[in-house]
């Protein structure tokens, strides 16, 4: 049997000895340790910390908690083991726009992303074709004013039967409601233009060529009750001209935002990403 791997995040006040205390638990189990990330905040006094390592053969994920529990209790730590060698399970959600969603299953099938979409929420029949040519199931969810609050108890249902770790929207046009993305926080990663809070609403590409604008860019952030206010994980800018046509900017526009939201899912599903209050810290 090959060595098991696990990601240990961890976040505490910061202070001496943290490091030494989990370190030297895990070499008395003869752990191995891969990578090693940490975060000091100055501003907040707060230490993160991200251990990616492997056990040998017959130390369980529960001998590996029992270990770590004394020193977890002494420095009033938040932690979170996650053990690699499971697969991730992701439900996407999309409304009409697919290149996100073509985007993350290209890189699932591929394998630079580690994860299987467990299923595919849609509020339109757009992309059915896509999801039953790559063997996932479609659930056509279509929601109005009078049914969210129904619809959005269906997302839920089938996001907890599925057993899915994180919630993608790959440019799900409709804003979640408070109490879903309360229920769901640091579940629910989300992708859009950052010409917010500059140009809202419908064309805002065709707005930011009207205005001349220079820079184009996408952001992948958590889901909050604060509509695109999330803590930030990943983001990405391009440089455009005045040659450009609006059509142009649009297609800049989907592949950075196809790029952004992948990168973004990688580091969430790999434990890279750790809440510090509204932002985040990311161990690239």
């Not at 009033?76 to 399970?89: I, N, V």
Request: net charge neutral; aromatic share 6%; with cysteine.
């Amino acid at each position: 049997m090959p060595a098991a791997n696990f990601v240990l995040t961890l976040s505490c006040a910061d202070r001496p000895g943290i490091v030494a205390a989990i370190t030297t638990e895990l070499a008395a189990l003869g752990a191995n340790i891969a990578e090693s990330n940490q975060f000091w905040d100055r501003e907040t006094g707060r230490f993160f910390m991200r251990l990616a390592f492997t056990a040998p053969e017959g130390v369980s994920r529960e001998t590996i908690e029992k270990a770590l529990k004394s020193p977890i209790e002494r420095f009033e730590m938040k932690t979170a083991l996650a053990d690699s060698a499971r697969r991730r399970r992701i439900v996407i959600m999309v409304s009409k726009f697919d290149h996100t969603l073509l985007h993350l299953l290209y890189q699932i099938r591929v394998g630079w992303l580690d994860a299987e979409v467990a299923a595919i929420i849609s509020n339109h029949e757009d992309a059915r074709r896509i999801a039953e040519d790559a063997g996932i199931p479609y659930h056509y969810l279509p929601v109005s004013k009078d049914t969210k609050a129904a619809q959005e108890a269906q997302v839920l249902d089938l996001v907890k039967s599925s057993g899915a770790d994180l919630v993608v929207l790959a440019r799900y046009m409709q804003v979640l409601s408070d109490n879903l993305s309360t229920r769901l926080f640091g579940q629910v990663i989300n992708i859009h233009h950052s010409f917010l809070p500059s140009f809202k609403g419908a064309k805002p590409y065709h707005q930011a060529h009207e205005r001349g604008v220079k820079i184009i860019g996408a952001t992948a952030h958590y889901v909050t009750p604060d509509l695109d206010e999330g803590p930030i994980i990943e983001q990405e800018t391009a440089r455009v001209t005045h040659a450009m046509s609006p059509d142009d900017l649009v297609a800049a526009g989907r592949d950075i935002e196809s790029r952004v939201l992948a990168r973004a899912v990688k580091l969430h599903l790999e434990s890279r990403v750790m809440l510090n209050g509204k932002k985040t810290v990311v161990f690239g």
